[in-house]
């Protein structure tokens, strides 16, 4: 898959991330038909593709997620609005269960960071990141 195709899922995860909770949908199938029809009716095959690994996944791993937020995270991850909180959520997935390099997560997140948050943030996601490298869920 090319890169510009996993740097557009990446795009796409973080703002489902932020409607699935803003809409406080339960299930993922009727999110994403959701989805598909109103944000992003034009999406890619392979940007699809990798879009639905990485969103199915961390929506069915989200306990595990928190935990490990809920153990490693300095400060209160609960102030956090619902976009920065769906960076977090993204890189842990991808860099602990996909098993993507740690390094280019990173740089991801803050590329993730900068796009929609702002260079503030990148500094928090980029400590907390880079303390998660060395650590495993």
């Given at each position: 898959m090319e890169i510009?195709?996993?740097?557009?899922?990446r795009n796409s995860v973080i703002q489902a991330l932020y409607n699935y909770h803003v809409g406080e949908?339960?299930?993922?199938?009727i999110f994403l038909e959701d989805f598909y029809n109103f944000i992003r009716p034009k999406i890619k095959p392979p940007?699809?593709?990798?879009?639905?690994?990485?969103?199915?996944?961390?929506?069915?791993n989200m306990?595990?997620?928190?935990?490990?937020?809920d153990k490693s995270f300095r400060g209160d991850f609960e102030n956090l609005n619902i976009t920065e909180k769906s960076i977090f959520y993204y890189a842990i997935y991808e860099m602990?269960?996909?098993?993507?390099?740690?390094?280019l997560v990173i740089s991801e997140a803050?590329?993730?960071?900068d796009k929609f948050i702002g260079e503030l943030f990148s500094k928090k996601?980029?400590?907390f990141l880079d303390n998660m490298k060395k650590e495993e869920l």
């Open positions: 510009k195709h996993k740097k557009a899922a949908y339960d299930d993922t199938e940007v699809k593709q990798y879009f639905e690994l990485l969103f199915k996944g961390i929506i069915s306990d595990k997620i928190i935990k490990y937020i602990n269960f996909l098993n993507v390099d740690k390094n803050l590329r993730l960071s996601v980029n400590a």
